[in-house]
């Protein structure tokens, strides 16, 4: 549900190195951060805050791209603007200017497949017209 924001909270990774049943998320070929256990993806809204909407809801808002060289994530329809933790007592998530020097919008995935995430980036969704363009 959008109307809740998402937070960070404290990863917990169990003896085989996996994150806690609520703290797993994927990026996915159609550009969606996926949550591995729920039909929930993270989704931003039009002020900027991030929460979580069904994984069926296709929408811009719900597209994300992983830059591996300045580690941030970019939502793909605001123009230049990358998933921030924001400073505070509950660590919510926003979209805030990309700047490879915050640390705060610097992120780090458990597994990264770096063949796949650049065949993804080639991958486009046209929302107008419901369909996927890139493949080859």
């Known amino acids: 549900n959008n109307n809740e924001p998402a937070e960070l909270r404290v990863c917990k990774i169990d003896k085989s190195d996996t994150p806690e049943w609520g703290q797993g998320f994927r990026l996915t070929w159609t550009k969606k951060i996926q949550h591995y256990h729920h039909e929930a993806c993270l989704d931003s809204s039009k002020n900027f805050t991030i929460g979580f909407c069904n994984v069926e809801t296709k929408t811009d808002s719900q597209r994300w791209k992983y830059d591996m060289k300045t580690k941030q994530i970019?939502?793909?329809?605001?123009n230049q603007t990358c998933l921030t933790v924001q400073n505070g007592k509950n660590k919510t998530l926003a979209l805030n200017p990309c700047d490879s020097e915050n640390l705060n919008q610097k992120w780090t995935w458990g597994n990264?497949?770096?063949?796949?995430?650049?065949k993804i980036d080639a991958i486009d969704y046209d929302v107008k017209n419901k369909r996927f363009t890139g493949f080859e």
Do not use: F, G
């Open 112 to 118: 990264l497949n770096e063949t796949a995430l650049k």
């Open 74 to 78: 970019i939502q793909l329809s605001k």
